[in-house]
Nanobody
Framework: QVQLVESGGGLVQPGGSLRLSCAASGTIFSFNAMGWYRQAPGKQRELVASITDVGRTNYADSVKGRFTISRDGAKNTVYLQMNSLKPEDTAVYYC??????????????????WGQGTQVTVSS
């Protein structure tokens, strides 16, 4: 059973930065794609960014130019660098891994494993 553990959330002022980490219990390359998702109160969970096993990335329009997804295979960790944070970025952020996907389906894949989530609050 694969485990994904997120960390790095917290309270930050508007315009600030945070880096989220998602550590996998096994190799991240066992997933065809991994992604960061978020869920704000009263809203559905949405894709923030994804990265495929060959390094292709995809971003939600609302975070393009501000967030960057990356990975470190040696550490089995996927990161989400979040800059220029806005109050509307406030949400619980989840890491997800998809064992199987192909082509454009990997940009917003069907997730097989979820982490427990980490709270990000952007407020002055």
């Amino acid at each position: 059973q694969v485990q994904l553990v997120e960390s790095g959330g917290g309270l930050v002022q508007p315009g600030g930065s945070l880096r989220l980490s998602c550590a996998a219990s096994g190799t991240i390359f066992s997933f065809n794609a991994m992604g960061w998702y978020r869920q704000a109160p009263g809203k559905q969970r949405e894709l923030v960014a994804s990265i495929t096993d060959v390094g292709r990335t995809n971003y939600a329009d609302s975070v393009k130019g501000r967030f960057t997804i990356s990975r470190d295979g040696a550490k089995n960790t996927v990161y989400l660098q979040m800059n220029s944070l806005k109050p509307e970025d406030t949400a619980v952020y989840y890491c997800g891994g998809a064992k199987y996907c192909s082509g454009s389906g990997c940009y917003n894949p069907v997730v097989d494993y979820w982490g427990q989530g980490t709270q990000v609050t952007v407020s002055s």
